[in-house]
């Protein structure tokens, strides 16, 4: 099993920048792919960017806004969001998995806010 534990949220306003990190332990050595993901009020959770080995992936609306990066040295994952916007604000929440990007195997940390607000 994998535990995540996420930081960095905050409160920031309309064009600033935050940097969240995701630091996992436990099983790392099954991790296959991990994950930002956010949820907004009355909406469905949804996957913000992933990363692998070789490769990443944004959703549309964060693409050129948002930067995913690991450490494997320090077990933590990096969400930098920049230009931020007030729809862009929700709970994020990182995710590790052993199989694909949102398959039932995943491990979730608790959560971080992030407001975007003037």
């Known amino acids: 099993q994998v535990h995540l534990v996420e930081s960095g949220g905050g409160l920031v306003q309309p064009g600033g920048s935050l940097r969240l990190s995701c630091v996992a332990s436990?099983?790392?050595?099954?991790?296959?792919?991990m994950g930002w993901y956010r949820q907004a009020p009355g909406k469905q959770r949804e996957l913000v960017a992933a990363i692998t080995s070789g490769a990443t992936n944004y959703a549309d609306s964060v693409k050129g806004r948002f930067t995913i990066s690991r450490d494997n040295a320090k077990n933590t994952v990096y969400l930098q969001m920049n230009n931020l916007k007030p729809e862009d604000t929700a709970v994020y929440y990182c995710?590790?998995?052993?199989?694909?990007?949102?398959?039932?195997?995943?491990?979730w940390g608790q959560g971080t806010q992030v407001t975007v607000s003037s």
């Open positions: 436990g099983s790392i050595f099954s991790i296959y792919v």
């Open positions: 995710n590790a998995d052993p199989v694909r990007v949102g398959s039932s195997f995943g491990s």
